[in-house]
């Protein structure tokens, strides 16, 4: 007997989503981004282009009743959370499921999370308390500081190090999105980018 998922009234057969959702031998993995659009949409276009992972889900406080149940590996939080008071449940489901919670420790979150998962927290911003920070920044280039040993993804320890990162002239990257696309590659032990 053939299992189907109905999804909007069209019924389709689990073999053919898990076909669709294995890429290159393994299961994909999805990246939720909480911000604004502009950072959201500029974090997706240098993801496609830099790794070609279609698997990241823009979740604003329409989408988040619809996707409650989707497991996202990686949530990125590059808003503050105080409109979405009316929300918390939903962010709670989708949290409890996250492997990461990257947290932009410059703006007030005022959300809470149930410390007791095994979540692993990263923070990035200009301060010098976050986990990833800026050392030195100019129009040409943006030295990155990971002040903080993490395992990645594959379980290999990440070391405190410096990034040089290259600023292309057409660039329109913001130092927040350069944190994130920064992050995800040494958490999916991906090439890190040396120019933006």
């Known amino acids: 007997m053939e299992h189907k998922l109905e999804i909007n009234s069209i019924k389709i057969p689990v073999k053919e989503i898990i ?7 393994k299961i994909m993995s999805f990246i939720g981004v909480i911000s604004d659009n502009k950072c959201y949409e500029k ?13 990241i889900i823009h979740i604003n406080k329409k989408s988040v ?3 409650k149940n989707v497991k996202f590996e990686m ?6 959370l105080e409109k979405w008071k009316d929300k918390q449940e939903f962010l709670q489901m989708i949290f409890s499921n996250a492997k990461y919670l990257l947290l932009n420790s410059d703006i007030n979150l005022m959300f809470n999370y149930d410390k007791n998962k095994d979540l692993e927290i990263i923070t990035y911003g200009l ?3 976050a986990t990833v920070t800026v050392s030195s920044i100019s129009d040409l280039e943006i030295i990155v500081y990971l002040q903080k040993n993490i395992l990645n993804s594959k ?5 405190i190090t410096e ?3 290259k600023l292309k002239e057409e660039s329109k990257c913001k ?8 992050i995800i590659s040494i958490l999916y032990d991906k090439c890190i980018i040396n120019e933006i």
């Not at 949530?75 to 503050?80: L, Q």
């Not at 379980?155 to 070391?159: D, G, P, R, T």
């Not at 130092?175 to 920064?182: D, G, K, N, Q, S």
């Open 19 to 25: 076909e669709l959702l294995i890429i290159k031998g």
């Open 43 to 55: 974090i997706k276009e240098k993801i496609l282009e830099i790794y070609n992972e279609p698997s």
């Open 65 to 67: 009743e619809n996707i």
């Open 75 to 80: 949530i990125i939080i590059n808003e503050e």
């Open 127 to 129: 301060n010098r308390k």
């Open 155 to 159: 379980n290999k320890l990440v070391e």
């Open 163 to 165: 990034k040089q990162i």
């Open 175 to 182: 130092t927040y999105e350069i944190l994130i696309l920064y």
